[in-house]
């Protein structure tokens, strides 16, 4: 039944026969995360950073109503130049996507669904989404928390984007049974800062740890996936009293101009980047390849 939505790239596909590591990458963050041609020349590099770590990258999107699990670097390239034409994909928008034979950018959630469609445990991001400041009101709460705690996939990224209340990101994933795991640290990196105030379910300082965890929860039948918070490398870190400062002022713009919803992320990702001169799009490249490089090493202690 899948094989009439999901096309599996033909060296992603014999790697999960063979049972080697793959790692799956999303999409949103070539069309929606940066400008391009920084989006393609950091996507690729990713993907090269995945193999020189020993597993077989899967970036992931839908390409005229196609489920992608695996993208030539053609492909990629196509997705770099549209950017903000391509829609922004999440669960509930993958069927109408598929439906109109449209292009998607795949988020955290719809890229955890795609990867588990393709029997892929594994996938690098840059921060998962979360429960947004103010959702007492708004609620307004990413569905990748829904997708955490349904899809078993492990998903390694810098923490929760610190545009976010990461309190109560914390709180809703402890409710939906979903462990919090930092690498090598006992407090959440805070996507561009290397901690702050909250800590972590577990701390777990080896991909062989963090890979026999992954394989005990999904054994036992433990459904949903698992948060691996590894820190924004130090020499890239940014001062976490100045980028609070820069994120509440881009909030309290994005919330005069009534920006909610799905566009509120992208919004405020280039409002701190415009603040900070760029410096914070910096940040953001390097994080995503330190946890591309930690997601394969994951990956290959899971595929043994």
């Not at 996938?123 to 349904?150: C, K, M, P, W, Y």
Request: negative net charge; proline residues 4%.
């Amino acid at each position: 039944m899948l094989e009439q939505y999901l096309d599996i790239n033909p060296e992603v596909k014999a790697a999960l026969e063979a049972g080697k590591p793959v790692v799956a990458l999303e999409s949103t963050i070539i069309s929606h995360g940066m400008p391009f041609p920084q989006n393609v020349e950091t996507a690729l590099k990713v993907e090269q950073i995945i193999r020189d770590n020993g597993a077989v990258p899967a970036t992931i999107a839908i390409l005229n109503g196609r489920l992608k699990v695996g993208m030539t670097h053609e492909e990629i390239e196509y997705l770099g130049k549209k950017g903000l034409e391509v829609i922004k994909t999440s669960r509930r928008d993958i069927p109408f996507i598929v439906a109109k034979q449209a292009d998607g950018a795949t988020t955290v959630a719809s890229t955890m669904i795609l990867a588990d469609m393709a029997g892929i445990k594994v996938f690098a991001t840059g921060g998962i989404g979360g429960v947004h400041r103010g959702a007492q009101q708004t609620f307004d709460i990413s569905a990748d928390l829904q997708e955490l705690a349904n899809t078993n996939v492990a998903v390694i990224c810098a923490g929760a984007k610190s545009i976010l209340d990461i309190g109560l990101t914390l709180e809703y994933l402890e409710t939906q049974g979903v462990p919090v795991v930092g690498y090598q640290t006992a407090t959440l990196p805070a996507f561009y800062t290397r901690e702050s105030e909250f800590g972590v379910d577990y701390q777990l300082d080896t991909p062989e740890q963090i890979a026999t965890a992954m394989k005990a929860k999904w054994d036992m039948g433990l459904k949903g996936g698992m948060v691996i918070a590894n820190p924004i490398p130090e020499q890239y870190a940014m001062n976490s009293i100045e980028i609070t400062e820069v994120i509440n002022a881009a909030v309290a713009e994005m919330e005069q101009k009534g920006i909610f919803g799905k566009e509120s992320t992208p919004f405020l990702l280039a409002k701190v980047a415009e603040k900070t001169a760029g410096s914070s799009l910096t940040s953001n490249i390097e994080l995503v390849f330190n946890n591309a490089k930690l997601a394969a090493q994951i990956a290959v202690n899971y595929a043994k």
